[in-house]
Protein backbone atom coordinates (compact mmCIF):
# COMPACT_ATOMS: atom_id res chain seq x y z
CA UNK A 1 0.00 0.00 0.00
CA UNK A 2 1.31 3.24 -0.93
CA UNK A 3 0.86 6.77 0.89
CA UNK A 4 1.53 9.89 -0.02
CA UNK A 5 1.67 11.16 3.49
CA UNK A 6 2.91 8.93 6.80
CA UNK A 7 0.02 9.29 9.72
CA UNK A 8 0.33 12.08 11.31
CA UNK A 9 1.25 10.16 15.16
CA UNK A 10 4.50 9.73 13.19
CA UNK A 11 5.12 13.57 12.99
CA UNK A 12 5.00 13.68 16.89
CA UNK A 13 8.44 12.67 17.73
CA UNK A 14 10.23 14.80 15.61
CA UNK A 15 11.21 18.01 17.15
CA UNK A 16 9.02 21.07 16.55
CA UNK A 17 11.69 23.16 14.87
CA UNK A 18 11.98 20.24 13.07
CA UNK A 19 8.66 19.82 11.91
CA UNK A 20 8.77 23.16 10.76
CA UNK A 21 12.14 22.89 8.48
CA UNK A 22 10.71 20.17 6.68
CA UNK A 23 7.08 21.40 6.31
CA UNK A 24 7.83 25.19 4.71
CA UNK A 25 11.41 23.89 3.03
CA UNK A 26 10.48 21.92 -0.37
CA UNK A 27 14.30 21.79 -1.64
CA UNK A 28 17.66 21.65 0.23
CA UNK A 29 21.53 21.70 -1.15
CA UNK A 30 23.91 18.95 0.43
CA UNK A 31 27.60 19.63 0.56
CA UNK A 32 29.79 16.73 1.99
CA UNK A 33 33.06 18.00 3.74
CA UNK A 34 36.20 17.13 2.00
CA UNK A 35 38.66 15.82 4.46
CA UNK A 36 42.54 16.33 4.19
CA UNK A 37 44.06 13.39 5.40
CA UNK A 38 41.54 11.32 3.32
CA UNK A 39 41.89 13.29 -0.06
CA UNK A 40 45.73 13.17 0.78
CA UNK A 41 45.73 9.49 1.07
CA UNK A 42 43.12 8.97 -2.01
CA UNK A 43 41.17 7.23 0.50
CA UNK A 44 43.94 5.24 2.46
CA UNK A 45 42.50 7.01 5.45
CA UNK A 46 38.95 6.69 5.65
CA UNK A 47 37.26 9.53 7.03
CA UNK A 48 33.58 9.47 8.99
CA UNK A 49 31.35 11.48 6.41
CA UNK A 50 30.24 14.96 7.32
CA UNK A 51 27.28 16.52 5.36
CA UNK A 52 26.15 20.05 5.35
CA UNK A 53 22.09 20.61 4.70
CA UNK A 54 21.12 23.59 3.26
CA UNK A 55 17.66 26.21 2.34
CA UNK A 56 18.74 25.52 -1.23
CA UNK A 57 16.42 29.40 -1.75
CA UNK A 58 18.28 30.96 0.69
CA UNK A 59 21.42 29.26 1.63
CA UNK A 60 20.81 29.03 5.18
CA UNK A 61 22.41 26.12 7.02
CA UNK A 62 19.88 23.55 8.73
CA UNK A 63 21.23 20.73 9.25
CA UNK A 64 24.48 18.72 10.14
CA UNK A 65 24.54 15.07 9.68
CA UNK A 66 27.68 13.08 11.08
CA UNK A 67 29.12 9.47 10.31
CA UNK A 68 29.27 7.52 13.86
CA UNK A 69 31.57 4.05 13.08
CA UNK A 70 34.64 2.70 14.15
CA UNK A 71 37.82 2.72 12.26
CA UNK A 72 37.80 -0.82 11.68
CA UNK A 73 34.73 -1.14 9.45
CA UNK A 74 36.03 1.82 7.71
CA UNK A 75 38.86 0.73 6.65
CA UNK A 76 37.76 -2.96 5.93
CA UNK A 77 34.61 -2.18 4.14
CA UNK A 78 33.49 1.11 3.29
CA UNK A 79 31.84 2.60 1.97
CA UNK A 80 29.56 -0.74 2.50
CA UNK A 81 30.34 -0.64 6.31
CA UNK A 82 27.84 -0.97 9.20
CA UNK A 83 26.80 3.26 10.44
CA UNK A 84 25.39 5.61 12.39
CA UNK A 85 24.61 8.78 11.48
CA UNK A 86 23.73 11.95 13.33
CA UNK A 87 21.86 14.40 11.93
CA UNK A 88 22.19 17.52 14.34
CA UNK A 89 19.91 20.90 13.94
CA UNK A 90 22.40 23.56 13.73
CA UNK A 91 22.05 27.59 14.11
CA UNK A 92 23.43 29.48 10.74
CA UNK A 93 26.95 30.00 12.45
CA UNK A 94 27.00 25.91 12.38
CA UNK A 95 26.75 25.50 15.97
CA UNK A 96 24.59 22.71 16.66
CA UNK A 97 21.33 22.78 18.50
CA UNK A 98 19.77 19.23 18.95
CA UNK A 99 19.75 16.07 17.18
CA UNK A 100 17.49 15.64 15.10
CA UNK A 101 17.36 12.36 13.43
CA UNK A 102 19.31 9.26 13.72
CA UNK A 103 20.01 6.80 10.61
CA UNK A 104 21.00 3.52 11.24
CA UNK A 105 22.84 1.62 8.54
CA UNK A 106 23.90 -2.42 8.75
CA UNK A 107 26.33 -2.73 6.45
CA UNK A 108 28.73 -5.45 5.25
CA UNK A 109 32.27 -7.40 6.89
CA UNK A 110 30.21 -9.94 9.25
CA UNK A 111 26.38 -9.23 8.98
CA UNK A 112 26.07 -8.29 4.99
CA UNK A 113 28.98 -9.15 3.19
CA UNK A 114 27.15 -9.02 -0.22
CA UNK A 115 26.81 -5.57 -0.42
CA UNK A 116 27.69 -3.22 -3.31
CA UNK A 117 25.95 -5.88 -5.74
CA UNK A 118 22.95 -6.48 -7.25
CA UNK A 119 21.01 -7.68 -4.33
CA UNK A 120 19.30 -11.06 -5.15
CA UNK A 121 17.23 -11.25 -2.00
CA UNK A 122 16.42 -9.44 1.26
CA UNK A 123 19.22 -10.42 3.60
CA UNK A 124 21.82 -9.42 0.50
CA UNK A 125 19.78 -5.86 0.11
CA UNK A 126 21.50 -2.78 1.38
CA UNK A 127 19.03 0.03 3.78
CA UNK A 128 18.76 2.07 6.71
CA UNK A 129 16.29 2.70 9.50
CA UNK A 130 15.45 6.44 10.49
CA UNK A 131 14.64 7.07 14.06
CA UNK A 132 13.24 10.78 15.41
CA UNK A 133 16.07 12.37 17.73
CA UNK A 134 18.77 10.65 19.35
CA UNK A 135 18.95 7.30 19.91
CA UNK A 136 22.62 5.76 21.55
CA UNK A 137 23.32 2.26 20.58
CA UNK A 138 24.99 0.58 17.69
CA UNK A 139 23.79 -0.05 14.33
CA UNK A 140 21.67 -3.06 13.93
CA UNK A 141 20.80 -3.00 17.71
CA UNK A 142 19.02 0.35 18.07
CA UNK A 143 15.59 0.32 19.51
CA UNK A 144 12.46 0.70 17.56
CA UNK A 145 10.44 3.19 19.68
CA UNK A 146 11.86 6.43 17.84
CA UNK A 147 11.42 4.86 14.10
CA UNK A 148 9.79 7.27 11.66
CA UNK A 149 10.49 5.07 8.43
CA UNK A 150 13.17 2.95 6.48
CA UNK A 151 14.57 2.16 3.51
CA UNK A 152 15.31 -0.52 1.39
CA UNK A 153 17.42 -1.85 -1.95
CA UNK A 154 15.21 -3.80 -4.04
CA UNK A 155 15.98 -7.02 -4.75
CA UNK A 156 16.22 -8.64 -8.45
CA UNK A 157 13.13 -11.07 -7.40
CA UNK A 158 11.34 -7.77 -7.41
CA UNK A 159 12.25 -6.34 -10.30
CA UNK A 160 15.62 -4.38 -9.96
CA UNK A 161 18.22 -5.42 -12.20
CA UNK A 162 19.29 -2.71 -14.66
CA UNK A 163 18.72 0.46 -12.32
CA UNK A 164 19.70 1.54 -9.09
CA UNK A 165 16.72 1.01 -7.03
CA UNK A 166 15.47 1.95 -3.28
CA UNK A 167 12.06 1.68 -1.61
CA UNK A 168 11.31 4.42 0.76
CA UNK A 169 8.67 3.49 3.78
CA UNK A 170 6.88 5.05 6.62
CA UNK A 171 7.42 3.97 10.07
CA UNK A 172 4.92 1.11 9.39
CA UNK A 173 6.27 -0.02 6.15
CA UNK A 174 3.75 1.83 3.90
CA UNK A 175 5.38 2.51 0.96
CA UNK A 176 6.08 6.20 0.60
CA UNK A 177 7.50 5.87 -2.94
CA UNK A 178 10.44 4.04 -5.34
CA UNK A 179 13.63 5.88 -6.14
CA UNK A 180 15.07 4.78 -9.24
CA UNK A 181 18.41 5.91 -10.51
CA UNK A 182 19.55 6.13 -14.07
CA UNK A 183 21.28 3.07 -16.05
CA UNK A 184 24.63 4.36 -16.69
CA UNK A 185 26.13 7.52 -14.50
CA UNK A 186 29.42 7.40 -12.11
CA UNK A 187 33.31 7.94 -13.26
CA UNK A 188 34.11 10.66 -15.69
CA UNK A 189 30.68 11.47 -16.79
CA UNK A 190 30.69 13.02 -13.39
CA UNK A 191 32.92 15.94 -14.58
CA UNK A 192 30.27 17.05 -17.17
CA UNK A 193 26.38 15.42 -15.90
CA UNK A 194 23.95 15.80 -13.15
CA UNK A 195 22.99 12.71 -12.06
CA UNK A 196 19.21 12.60 -10.81
CA UNK A 197 17.20 9.76 -8.35
CA UNK A 198 13.69 10.33 -8.88
CA UNK A 199 10.96 9.23 -6.23
CA UNK A 200 8.48 7.65 -8.37
CA UNK A 201 7.45 9.98 -11.80
CA UNK A 202 9.62 12.66 -10.33
CA UNK A 203 7.44 13.84 -6.69
CA UNK A 204 11.17 14.06 -5.18
CA UNK A 205 14.25 14.46 -6.93
CA UNK A 206 17.98 14.02 -5.23
CA UNK A 207 20.48 15.20 -7.88
CA UNK A 208 24.04 14.36 -7.63
CA UNK A 209 24.92 17.65 -9.44
CA UNK A 210 28.31 18.33 -11.60
CA UNK A 211 31.09 20.62 -11.04
CA UNK A 212 30.46 24.04 -11.27
CA UNK A 213 33.76 25.60 -10.86
CA UNK A 214 37.58 24.44 -11.23
CA UNK A 215 38.12 23.92 -7.70
CA UNK A 216 34.50 21.58 -7.78
CA UNK A 217 36.60 19.51 -10.37
CA UNK A 218 39.79 18.47 -8.59
CA UNK A 219 37.51 18.19 -5.82
CA UNK A 220 35.53 15.62 -7.72
CA UNK A 221 38.99 14.00 -9.53
CA UNK A 222 40.82 14.07 -5.75
CA UNK A 223 37.82 13.33 -3.42
CA UNK A 224 34.70 11.61 -2.86
CA UNK A 225 33.06 14.46 -1.59
CA UNK A 226 29.59 15.50 -3.63
CA UNK A 227 26.94 18.07 -3.72
CA UNK A 228 23.58 17.27 -3.67
CA UNK A 229 20.57 19.23 -4.27
CA UNK A 230 16.82 17.39 -2.66
CA UNK A 231 13.77 18.75 -4.17
CA UNK A 232 10.05 17.73 -3.03
CA UNK A 233 7.80 18.88 -5.91
CA UNK A 234 4.98 16.59 -4.14
CA UNK A 235 3.06 19.03 -2.17
CA UNK A 236 1.37 16.30 -0.14
CA UNK A 237 4.77 15.01 0.94
CA UNK A 238 4.66 15.43 4.70
CA UNK A 239 7.60 16.20 7.18
CA UNK A 240 8.17 12.41 8.29
CA UNK A 241 8.09 11.94 4.17
CA UNK A 242 10.68 14.24 3.52
CA UNK A 243 12.90 13.12 6.46
CA UNK A 244 12.66 9.46 5.14
CA UNK A 245 13.87 10.63 1.53
CA UNK A 246 16.74 12.73 3.38
CA UNK A 247 17.37 10.02 5.01
CA UNK A 248 17.35 8.04 1.81
CA UNK A 249 19.41 10.54 -0.43
CA UNK A 250 22.63 9.67 2.47
CA UNK A 251 21.98 5.68 2.27
CA UNK A 252 22.09 6.72 -2.32
CA UNK A 253 25.47 8.71 -1.38
CA UNK A 254 26.69 5.08 0.58
CA UNK A 255 25.77 3.30 -1.89
CA UNK A 256 26.32 4.14 -5.25
CA UNK A 257 28.57 7.54 -5.18
CA UNK A 258 31.15 6.79 -2.30
CA UNK A 259 33.62 4.65 -4.49
CA UNK A 260 37.48 6.94 -4.01
CA UNK A 261 39.14 8.14 -6.87
CA UNK A 262 36.30 6.37 -9.48
CA UNK A 263 37.40 9.12 -11.91
CA UNK A 264 39.63 6.14 -12.94
Not at 105 to 125: I, Q, T, V
Not at 128 to 150: F, M, N, R, T, W
Not at 201 to 217: E, H
Not at 253 to 261: A, K
Amino acid sequence: TRCCCAPATVDMSLHEQTLDVLSRVDAFSIQQRVHVAEAGTCGCCESPNQYDIFDETNGTRLMLAEERSSAWTRCCCAPGHSLIVDVHAVDPSGAKLYQAMTLERLGCCMDKPCLGFCACAGPCADGAVLHAGAVAGDAGSLPEAQIIGKCAQSTVLSGSLCTPTVVVMARGEEEIGTITGPFMFGGCTELCCDTSFKLDDGRAVITKQKPSSLSDVMREMATDSDRFKMEFRDKSLDPAAKANLIGSMLLLDYMFLERDVDMC
